[in-house]
């Protein structure tokens, strides 16, 4: 049976690279937050790391957001991020 992992996390935009940070629940992007740019960095990006489709649940106007990534344990996705 297929996962599918909702990621809870804090955007922080205008960041010098993008990475994520799963013991502070915090994702850095590039991107400003303007005209949706660092929504659609963070769903480019963790599509590319996880070759898997990913949606943004929650938060499309926030700092706080609910990520869905299809397919995927926590523990699947702790070993691509590293």
Do not use: H, W
């Not at 005209?35 to 489709?53: H, V």
């Not at 957001?65 to 991020?81: M, Q």
């Amino acid at each position: 049976m297929q996962e599918n992992l909702i990621l809870r996390a804090k955007i922080k935009p205008n960041s010098k690279e993008f990475r994520i940070d799963m013991e502070k629940g915090i994702i850095y992007c590039k991107s400003p937050p303007v005209n949706n740019k660092a929504n659609l960095e963070i769903i480019k990006e963790l599509k590319t790391i996880t070759k898997r489709e990913v949606k943004i649940i929650s938060g499309l106007n926030s700092k706080n957001k609910r990520i869905l990534i299809n397919n995927l344990t926590i523990d699947d996705f702790k070993r691509v991020i590293k």
